[in-house]
């Protein structure tokens, strides 16, 4: 199974930006896909940004023009670039793969359940 670990959280005032990063090891060869999702206490964690095994990118509309999700290495790292931040992006951040994967990026955004790896989170705190 893949071992996912994410890194760039931190705290931020509104309207600055941050850089996440998820380093991916033990990942099986093959279409994999992948996504950022966030988590606020007492809600349900929710996609942000996902590419598919071809390489289609996909947003949550609240954050479509303002965060940009890339990888690199041959799928060993993730990245999410964040600008613009405001309070409501304050959350715990979870980097996710899936493997053999033929969903397109916007379903992958939608099915967390589906997820077969993830990180360990990392927060990000946005002050108004």
């Known amino acids: 199974q893949a071992h996912l670990a994410e890194s760039g959280g931190g705290s931020v005032q509104a309207g600055g930006s941050l850089r996440l990063s998820c380093v991916i090891s033990g990942r099986n060869p093959g279409r994999t896909c992948m996504a950022w999702f966030r988590e606020v206490p007492g809600k349900e964690r929710e996609g942000v940004a996902a590419?598919?095994?071809?390489?289609?990118?996909a947003y949550a509309d609240s954050v479509k023009g303002r965060f940009t999700i890339s990888q690199e290495n041959a799928k060993t790292t993730l990245d999410l670039q964040m600008n613009d931040l405001t309070a409501e992006d304050t959350a715990t951040y979870y980097c996710?793969?899936?493997?053999?994967?033929?969903?397109?990026?916007?379903?992958?955004?939608?099915?967390?359940?589906?997820?077969?790896?993830w990180g360990q989170g990392t927060l990000v705190t946005v002050s108004a």
């Open positions: 590419i598919d095994a071809d390489g289609n990118m």
């Open positions: 996710a793969t899936r493997e053999t994967c033929l969903a397109p990026a916007w379903a992958v955004l939608k099915q967390s359940g589906r997820v077969a790896a």
